[in-house]
């Protein structure tokens, strides 16, 4: 086990302040202070190698985790082990140990090539001029950016900067990397590259990797595993497609009519997600759907029956909503 | 020890190469800077102008002192701005935006790396040449001894000064940790720096004890003309070691405070 994180909790203190120059006024004498649980007893273990995904809605807390566990925040309440040592004691052996990506944050110096940054990465992870020479060598390939390497950062595309900061990232061979939505802006060849080039590189490496997205795509391609996080609470933990199983494994049934079909005959099968008349689409329980197949048929003029997983974004959705852990 | 100071030295000569590599990119910009500076290092001449047409000298001390002092004064606010101002103003910024963050993850120091990764080549080239210009003149002029301990006295005096105003502006900029926007407090550090601008002798007698033993702001430029000019005397030779290593101690742990503080930001 690489990530051992017990009852890990962080708030913040916050003010409110209502609209208006008269709050604003009355706010400088008197604040109502307000705390907000962004993560509250958060309990998980990841193994060395182990590609895990990290859900939730915004402001669910898991960029905050992914910070408390590389060290960036201390944490109100719990703790955490990463490979062994305490993220928030910050000591260097450790932090030659990980790397953490944020999509939306950059370590490269925006008015001089990537090969400046990247050195003075080297010199700062003391990382052999020969080790650092074939890790280089090894990352522009297999990213394809060599020939990007001496042109000003501020003048790459977002992708290609992407895949800069990916590379400042993993020079130092890190053991663990945090990805905080690395392909957040991305066009989907460029999502694909970095996808493609993580998968890779965990394969290569058995890098543990603990990844927060926004796209699906990057979560079901990558990971096996998921962490889900509403409100601060840990909602699920488990495998993804196994999400759909916790969700009363249901499925989804689409019918085509060749004429109008009435909204309450259709209703008795199971609950409406769409209706047109001529077609409609039933979430239905899994159990019962070949009943329900039969039953349309014999009823309703159906000339096409499709039947589907519920779209994992909507299941993932509807954990948010569910209030104690499942998995 | 000797290897960590190593790797820091080859550090901060890349941070120095970086910056100065950053800054050539944009040549107006830093060609206009050099420009501006010099025009306020003329503006500074003209002070010193004005002091010798006024004949004036300040408890006993010949006019062509201000010489030293106006000039040590201007070669500080070189090292100031160039290598610490640059970095600190930025620090509330950081604290704001959570730029800090990726930071916090280097195994490096992270208040060398704040405090010391860039430094503006615009704003100290001009003060610095301006200022040692200032310095020899007057030091000719007063018929100074050019000997290795009187050099390297004013040097010793200068580096100390160095460390005292490292160390005494940048505990303002630590009060963004908790407060976020401190511009008055800037303002108020600023204008704290300024008060170099004339030998300490022009203030009375309880602002400079403020200023030397309280917040110790004349301790940066005065101490080395003071010491070459035989004026310095052996308590405050003592202070002037002792205050830079007190105030690298509050320095410290009021980092570690601040540090501790840091929330970051999103998320």
């Given at each position: 086990m690489v990530i051992h994180v017990d009852q890990l909790s962080k708030s913040f203190d916050y003010y409110k302040k209502e609209t208006g120059?008269?709050?604003?006024?009355?706010?400088?004498?008197?604040?109502?202070?307000?705390?907000?649980?962004?993560v509250n007893k958060v309990s998980f273990d990841i193994n060395e190698g182990e590609m895990v995904a990290f859900l939730g809605p915004n402001g669910a807390g898991k960029t905050t985790t992914?910070?408390?566990?590389?060290?960036?925040?201390?944490?109100?309440?719990?703790?955490?082990?990463?490979?062994?040592?305490?993220?928030?004691?910050?000591?260097?052996?450790?932090?030659?140990?990980?790397?953490?990506?944020?999509?939306?944050?950059?370590?490269?110096w925006l008015d001089l090539p990537a090969s400046d940054s990247l050195y003075l990465n080297k010199c700062i992870y003391?990382?052999?001029?020969?080790?650092?020479?074939?890790?280089?060598?090894?990352?522009?390939?297999?990213?394809?950016?060599?020939?990007?390497?001496?042109?000003?950062?501020?003048?790459?595309?977002?992708?290609?900067?992407?895949?800069?900061?990916?590379?400042?990232?993993?020079?130092?061979?890190?053991?663990?990397?945090?990805?905080?939505?690395?392909?957040?802006?991305?066009?989907?060849?460029?999502?694909?590259?970095?996808?493609?080039?993580?998968?890779?590189?965990?394969?290569?490496?058995?890098?543990?990797?603990?990844?927060?997205?926004?796209?699906?795509?990057?979560?079901?391609?990558?990971?096996?595993?998921?962490i889900v996080i509403n409100q601060g609470k840990l909602v699920y933990d488990g495998e993804i497609r196994k999400i759909n199983e916790v969700m009363n494994e249901?499925?989804?049934?689409?019918?085509?009519?060749?004429?109008?079909?009435?909204?309450?005959?259709?209703?008795?099968?199971?609950?409406?997600?769409?209706?047109?008349?001529?077609?409609?689409?039933?979430?239905?329980?899994?159990?019962k759907f070949k009943e329900y197949s039969r039953m349309a048929m014999d009823h309703f003029p159906v000339i096409d029956l499709n039947l589907e997983d519920i779209p994992l974004e909507e299941a993932i959705a509807r954990l948010y909503e569910q209030p104690e852990p499942q998995g | 020890m000797l290897r960590s100071l190593r790797k820091y030295?080859?550090?901060?000569?890349?941070?120095?190469?970086?910056?100065?590599?950053s800054q050539m990119e944009y040549r107006v910009n830093f060609l206009m800077g050099l420009l501006v500076e010099t025009s306020y290092l003329f503006a500074k001449f003209l002070y010193v102008i004005i002091v010798y047409e006024a004949g004036l000298t300040l408890d006993g001390v010949p006019i062509d002192a201000i010489l030293l002092f106006i000039g040590t004064y201007t070669l500080m606010t070189g090292l100031y701005w160039g290598l610490f101002a640059i970095n600190f103003v930025q620090i509330p910024e950081h604290v704001r935006t959570g730029s800090l963050?990726?930071?916090?993850?280097?195994?490096?120091?992270?208040?060398?790396?704040?405090?010391?990764?860039?430094?503006?080549?615009?704003?100290?080239?001009?003060?610095?040449?301006?200022?040692?210009?200032?310095?020899?003149?007057?030091?000719?002029?007063?018929?100074l001894p050019a000997d290795a301990a009187s050099i390297g006295g004013f040097i010793f005096f200068l580096v100390l000064g160095l460390f005292v105003t490292y160390t005494l502006f940048l505990i303002p900029q630590l009060l963004s940790f908790w407060f976020i926007q401190i511009a008055a407090?800037?303002?108020?550090?600023?204008?704290?720096?300024?008060?170099?601008?004339?030998?300490?002798?022009?203030?009375?007698?309880?602002?400079q004890r403020i200023g030397v033993f309280v917040i110790p702001v004349l301790l940066i430029t005065n101490f080395s003309p003071l010491f070459v000019l035989d004026r310095l005397h052996p308590g405050l030779f003592l202070w002037a070691i002792l205050s830079p290593i007190l105030l690298l101690g509050i320095t410290r742990w009021i980092w570690s405070k601040a540090i501790r503080n840091y929330n970051s930001s999103g998320g």
């Open positions: 120059i008269r709050n604003s006024v009355k706010n400088l004498f008197h604040r109502e202070k307000l705390t907000k649980d962004a992914l910070k408390m566990l590389s060290g960036i925040l201390y944490p109100s309440g719990g703790s955490a082990e990463v490979l062994g040592y305490t993220p928030w004691d910050r000591k260097n052996d450790f932090k030659k140990q990980f790397s953490i990506v944020m999509g939306q944050k950059n370590q490269l003391e990382i052999g001029d020969q080790k650092y020479k074939d890790t280089l060598d090894e990352l522009v390939t297999l990213m394809d950016v060599r020939h990007l390497l001496h042109v000003q950062v501020r003048r790459l595309s977002l992708g290609e900067r992407m895949k800069m900061e990916l590379i400042a990232a993993l020079l130092h061979r890190p053991r663990i990397i945090f990805l905080d939505e690395p392909t957040i802006g991305l066009d989907l060849v460029s999502q694909k590259n970095i996808r493609e080039f993580l998968k890779a590189y965990n394969h290569e490496f058995r890098t543990t990797l603990l990844l927060t997205s926004h796209y699906m795509k990057d979560i079901e391609d990558l990971c096996k595993r998921t249901k499925k989804r049934m689409k019918l085509t009519f060749s004429a109008i079909v009435e909204r309450k005959d259709l209703a008795v099968m199971g609950s409406i997600k769409e209706y047109s008349g001529h077609e409609v689409i039933l979430e239905v329980e899994r159990t | 030295g080859f550090i901060y000569s890349l941070f120095i190469k970086n910056s100065l590599m963050d990726l930071l916090l993850t280097k195994p490096i120091s992270l208040q060398f790396m704040m405090t010391l990764r860039n430094v503006d080549f615009g704003l100290a080239i001009p003060n610095v040449l301006g200022g040692v210009t200032m310095i020899v003149v007057g030091w000719r002029r007063l018929g407090v800037n303002d108020i550090s600023n204008g704290l720096f300024e008060l170099n601008n004339m030998p300490m002798m022009i203030y009375s007698k309880w602002i």
